[in-house]
């Protein structure tokens, strides 16, 4: 990418910027749940209104896609941004503060909707020189919903396209430098319950009863014991157990008992030994004291991989647009989760994060996305926009070799 070429997409960046926090903020006052998302779905289709864009929605979700056509019949590349909110109340005490009790943008998805937005009006202002087609994938159900999967299946990203790109903001890294890595970013994310079956009796009498309490206490014991000694400790696992419950008052011996919790892996293999030790130690512990385990595992995200010719395209156009202290390597994985790992399963491509740390705070101490505190620094929308679509039109200049 040629000097003249980066600079360009930079200053349409900061020309969209206000544009893109009207949007960003009007979404952020109405956040909304799920995979149906009506009206964050209309402001983004109004907001793309009169550009030379096919839409094309999801039938089983609020999303859609739009499709950029340029002159020539090229590659395709996919720039994805989600729209769902968070189940949470906001705290942060903005003028824009979400209206919509008990929901809240705390994930930044506000953002990446305005800056895909940006993005498109900015290819779309070039289309004369796209050497191919432009994806631009509005994808409500990230947070647990799995509406990238949904969206798959719908059949609206088919044909394939041919790389895929993705940029997620967060408070914890400085503020404009783009992060990313090679290979996991993210975990794969399975829930558990565990359902323990003994026989209830009087709290006097524990030989006539086969108390569910401490067969419940052992399991969740043993698991995590299981995960450090059972899984080699570089492709690790995180088993946490978040919730048990039993009982209904003090001089009861409960039947049952419940152990509910999260799985986290970054390959398939480890997460296969989890799922297996899971089932192996709960059930013959639980037939040690006579009792019984019921275990179900609840599938969640896959592990999202970054192919490492579309991080090596994320890196050059990082730099080339903003200097060679615009990249961030990142040395770890992170143990969240993301289903814009569905669209890497079937694409070759990369997610990166954003740097948004709000002025004046350290990105090392502030509040993290998914807390109700969660503020970010709004000028870096102009360089998500600008990154959007200068990746884009590397990869359809050059494909993977533009790296």
């Not at 998500?384 to 590397?394: D, F, I, L, R, T």
Request: glycine share 10%; with cysteine; charged share 20%.
């Amino acid at each position: 990418m040629d000097k003249s070429s980066s600079n360009e997409w930079v200053e349409a960046g900061e020309a969209l910027l206000p544009e893109m926090i009207s949007l960003r903020r009007a979404i952020h006052e109405e956040p909304e749940l799920g995979l149906h998302t009506p009206k964050t779905t209309a402001k983004a289709k109004r907001a793309l209104e009169g550009l030379p864009l096919e839409i094309v929605d999801s039938k089983s979700t609020t999303g859609f896609v739009a499709l950029l056509r340029g002159p020539a019949n090229g590659r395709t590349v996919l720039l994805r941004g989600d729209m769902d909110a968070l189940p949470l109340t906001e705290d942060t005490g903005l003028a824009f503060t979400s209206r919509n009790e008990g929901a809240m943008h705390a994930c930044g998805h506000d953002t990446h909707v305005a800056m895909l937005v940006g993005a498109a009006k900015a290819l779309c202002a070039r289309r004369d020189r796209l050497a191919g087609s432009v994806m631009f994938m509005f994808q409500p159900g990230e947070e647990g919903y799995h509406g990238a999967r949904f969206m798959l299946e719908d059949g609206i990203i088919d044909p394939l396209p041919d790389a895929a790109f993705a940029l997620h903001v967060t408070p914890n890294v400085p503020s404009g430098l783009i992060a990313g890595r090679v290979g996991p970013l993210l975990a794969a994310a399975d829930r558990f319950v565990v359902t323990v079956k003994g026989k209830g009796g009087h709290a006097s009498m524990p030989h006539n009863a086969v108390d569910s309490i401490p067969v419940a206490c052992e399991i969740v014991m043993a698991l995590h014991a299981m995960v450090t000694r059972r899984i080699e400790a570089f492709d690790p696992v995180v088993l946490t157990v978040g919730r048990i419950a039993s009982g209904t008052t003090n001089n009861i011996i409960p039947e049952t008992a419940e152990i509910e919790g999260t799985i986290r892996s970054f390959s398939e293999g480890s997460r296969a030994l989890a799922h297996e030790g899971l089932q192996r130690v709960a059930t013959n512990i639980a037939a040690a004291h006579k009792a019984e385990a019921n275990v179900e595992i609840i599938p969640g995200f896959p592990v999202t991989i970054c192919h490492g010719d579309a991080v090596a395209l994320a890196k050059k156009t990082a730099q080339a647009l903003f200097g060679d202290h615009g990249w961030l390597p990142m040395p770890a994985p992170i143990m969240g989760a993301e289903d814009f790992a569905y669209v890497l399963q079937k694409v070759p491509g990369a997610m990166c994060f954003l740097g948004a740390t709000p002025e004046g705070g350290d990105f090392r101490s502030c509040c993290a996305l998914h807390s109700n505190r969660m503020v970010i620094d709004e000028n870096v929308m102009a360089r998500g926009a600008a990154m959007h679509a200068a990746y884009a039109e590397a990869f359809l200049n050059d494909g993977f070799e533009a790296a």
